[in-house]
DNA sequence: ACCGGACACTAGCGCGTGCAAGCTACAGTG
DNA sequence: CACTGTAGCTTGCACGCGCTAGTGTCCGGT
């Protein structure tokens, strides 16, 4: 056997296949727009395609288009946890369809290779939050004109901060009045945290509660023992957590403390991890359902990729509160 | 201004302003083995191209090489904890400084969008544990034949048991003698589940210790109760859990079920997950230095690449148990 | 019978790079 | 002085595909 090492099927081999030109093929498999092909030839073109396992070669493509028809998404460096994974589902699946891949890329502190969008050539980079100042200086030495959301622009996507809101009202439904809100320390996690603090002094507000107690709770040293200590002697009766590790740190350290929760202390985490419902007492905690938000950014970001119609409403994100153990009405 | 749509720097650029051809630059940029150039010259190139800011376009090399230099790690679909994070790091590392791109790839249940591998064409693919045979079909379906872990060889990863060994040892320390084993249901997990369980009877037997009493745990429906109560009525003093969910899972419900932990049950959790310090009692579990294992892979996949040398020795991976609130010494 | 135009296609360039093959000047050899 | 060898380059093709600028054919209108 001669060519016993197995060639890739081009275009060409489809070209020959079908008695039609190399450009016929391309034209038939790309439905180009502006040139009529007689229905016989797609057939046939598209059959023997089909019969020779034809792959288009996305570097050729790539190179020959100037486009590469890779969204690079860059996600933060937390867990991905359900909310997540639906939200990089629901804008994979949108971008598929569109005929972009989508590339979910984490980069975290004391990461020692070169970014991702160095060497992928993405169309557009997306992030969850607006980027810092350096990488966007690194995304443009890249070459890269096309980001999400846009440098300059309104840093936070829409819809994230209805959950906050969630946990606030329902404390006060419970009747707690005195507040506190727990942050999360990780400098990663900045940008959301100050959102969602913000969100919660607001709704606070509109609510007419008292000022928020504000402490940065980390698990792993004792900030969390003195931030329950301090707001017990404060008269501070609810806690709003920025997720739900600082709501299960903030619930452990009052227990080790000796209170009781959500007897002296009712605690909401918010994300509805899986420690939520395993923990002891079970959380309550917030639930994002974030498909809404895939699709909203998947549109966003072919929007700039191709200029297509930007989606036209914002967000859908459903949010609801999911009351477990860790609340209770004041007093009860 | 003519040209205020700023193009891309090529190679071409390069070799204007040095004033040499294009194939110089090439043979500069590459190092090609077998070329000679005289050092004025290089210096000249490389000046230059720093200069101009040349970045080589991917598309083009992947193009003209017939390869991508992309290595696509397919990873598990469960929480992306320190272990894996150490892990894929420390893989793009020695992946990077040896030129490959390294794309990490989350493919979970329900994923609605072609899998990856059909459309960035990396040269070598990578699994945690060994693919199924429809991932493999669909593997060699897209012209990908280099895969670690080779389908049909062995399909653990060395080094992933030795946790599950200290997890026994542990608590035959501790003076247990009746242990359980405490399952994942999760069917993503089987492989490695199953490699564990063999491990801990394995280990169990080594020890002369009782049979293992197996039972799978899922924290969302009763079954956690239900092994709880069976583990108790058959003398089990401690149990092995798979990871640090399952543990938590055996824990709240021992709990909920009026036994204290560790008075009447210790428990051991596996990957020492945040979770793990922050559940309340603190979980005693395994802490994995995953860089070896990242670096071995690496290695392995580099050799599959390129044909480089294979790691000689096999994947160090160091392990140390982790104690903590959630096991005791029998009868203390 | 001739022309214009719609239709259905083809020839071929360009994308940026890697690399094989060839070419030139110059040093060294007989 | 002709010849060989080699350092140091250049020429040019290949990679697979997108797409512009055509080319030929058929058909209805005058």
Known sequence: MADTVRRRITAADIAAAAG?????????????????????TRQRVLAEAARLGY??????????RGRSRIVLFVLPDWPLEHNMRRYLDEAA?????????????????????RPLWESLDP??????????????????????????????????????SAGTTL??????E???????????????????????LDTARRTVHDLGL??????????????AAQAVGRWHRAGVTAVVAYNDDVAAAVTGA???????????LSVVGHDDSPLAALFVPALTSVRMNSSGLGRFVAQEALHLADGRPRPSGGADVDVTLVPRDSTAPLGA
Chains 1, 2 share one sequence.
């Open 93 to 113: 699946h949108v971008l598929d369809e569109a005929g972009f891949s989508m590339v979910a890329y984490t980069r975290h502190l004391g990461d020692r290779s």
């Open 123 to 160: 169309d557009v980079v997306v992030g969850f939050s607006a980027f810092d100042a350096g990488t966007v200086k690194s995304l443009r030495a890249s070459g890269i004109t096309k980001i999400f959301p846009q440098p300059g622009g309104r840093a936070h996507l829409p819809g994230l």
């Open 20 to 40: 039609v030109s190399r450009a016929t093929v391309g034209f038939v498999l790309n439905n180009t727009p502006g040139q009529t092909i007689s229905e016989g």
């Open 210 to 223: 008292g000022e928020l107690s504000v402490h940065s709770v980390d698990y792993r040293d004792g900030t």
């Open 167 to 172: 946990q606030v009202r329902h404390l006060h």
């Open 254 to 264: 009052a227990l080790r403390s000796g209170l009781s929760v959500p007897g002296d």
């Open 174 to 196: 419970l009747g707690h009045v005195r507040l506190a809100f727990a942050e999360s320390p990780d400098p990663r996690l900045a940008a959301l945290n100050a959102h969602r």
């Open 55 to 64: 792959r288009p070669h996305r570097a050729a493509q790539t190179l020959a």
